[in-house]
């Protein structure tokens, strides 16, 4: 059975840094391309990043660019989510999702299988 379990979340002051990790199980990483979406409250989900199953990876809002870097272990079956320099507005609950498409997009829908979410606020 796919399963993806995402930790890493929390509390974190403004300018800090997180990593996320979200590992999959039941299927081979490699094949799928995994992203991550965010929800803030009242917001639509959100693509943020994304990685295909050749290795290449897409950052999507302009307001992540240059402090997001998402990564994949193959040989660990996990993905990471490096976020640096956080704001007050990257404050949702972040999701991990895999494609087994194996091709990138921002739009949920091509995603078929997605983890539980875990909560990252930023706040002073």
């Not at 930790?7 to 403004?14: A, H, W």
Request: proline residues 4%.
């Amino acid at each position: 059975q796919l399963q993806l379990v995402e930790s890493g979340g929390g509390l974190v002051q403004p300018g800090g840094s997180l990593r996320l990790s979200c590992a999959a199980s039941g299927f081979t990483l490699e094949d799928y391309a995994i992203a991550w979406f965010r929800q803030a409250p009242g917001k639509e989900r959100e693509g943020v990043s994304c990685t295909s199953s050749s290795g290449g990876s897409s950052n999507y809002p302009d307001s992540v660019k240059g402090r997001f870097t998402i990564s994949r272990d193959n040989a660990k079956n996990t993905v990471y989510l490096q976020m640096n320099s956080l704001k007050p507005e990257d404050t949702a609950i972040y999701y991990c999702a895999a494609s087994s498409k194996g091709l990138c997009a921002k739009v949920p829908r091509i995603f078929n299988s997605w983890g539980q979410g875990t909560q990252v606020t930023v706040s002073s």
